[in-house]
């Protein structure tokens, strides 16, 4: 069964470091998402993509977010200057038909 | 989009059938329910979806009622390895993005 693929598995980075979450969506599938999840809380949108441009955003995707699909099957997520507060689980996913499929998630670890 | 209301926990036996319940009152004519299925530091795998009425797969079951402000999702016989959170979601398919709630932690007992 296809699925959607990330690297790394976890990330640890110092404080204003830049980051690059990369995935693999499901090949075919043409929306693309990022989502991250806070330990202990739930999950939380932060944006979409589609025809290589964003669809939508939430409050949180704010200058310091910028996504990225540079070839036919890699989609990432950039953190410019990363802070404490992006530690987090973040997840990738993916929808051809009706579904959403979510990767196996990054943890960043920012110290 | 529809906010979504489950009960924060479950407790269950081994081989006991799980019903969780999704309140969605103001749910859109054209949202579909989705649920999920979270492990502890693994993304949420999607489980099963739904319009109305019933839908069944290899491993759950979703009932909509008619007024479809609720769902429920069956669990047949469920495992040691079902203990999970499970999330309920509503939303329009296409462009969707989904809002988690809290979901409902299960937790299944020897």
């Known amino acids: 069964e296809p699925e959607v693929t990330q690297t790394p598995s976890h990330q640890v980075t110092q404080m204003g470091q830049e980051v690059i979450l990369r995935c693999v969506p499901i090949?075919?599938?043409?929306?693309f998402y990022w989502y991250r999840q806070i330990l202990g809380q739930k999950v939380e949108f932060l944006v979409s993509?589609?025809?290589?441009?964003?669809?939508?955003k939430s409050e949180i995707f704010d200058d310091q977010f910028s996504v990225e699909r540079p070839d036919g099957s890699n989609f990432t997520l950039k953190i410019r200057s990363t802070k404490l507060e992006d530690s987090a689980m973040y997840f990738c996913?993916?929808?051809?038909?009706?579904?959403?499929?979510f990767g196996p998630g990054t943890r960043l670890t920012v110290l | 989009l529809a906010k979504t209301t489950q009960p924060i926990s479950m407790d269950s036996y081994e081989g006991q059938e799980v019903n969780i319940t999704c309140s969605h009152n103001n749910i859109a004519t054209n949202d579909y329910i989705t649920w999920y299925q979270q492990f502890p530091s693994q993304g949420p795998r999607f489980i099963i979806q739904?319009?109305?009425t019933k839908v069944t797969n290899e491993v759950a079951s979703l009932f909509i009622p008619a007024d479809r402000k609720s769902s429920t999702l069956s669990l047949p016989r469920v495992s040691l390895s079902d203990t999970a959170v499970y999330y309920c979601l509503v939303g329009v398919l296409l462009f969707n993005k989904f809002y988690f709630g809290s979901g409902t932690k299960l937790n299944v007992k020897p």
């Open positions: 996913a993916s929808k051809g038909g009706d579904t959403q499929y």
């Open positions: 993509f589609y025809n290589n441009e964003i669809s939508e």
């Open positions: 090949s075919n599938h043409l929306y």
């Open positions: 739904g319009y109305k």
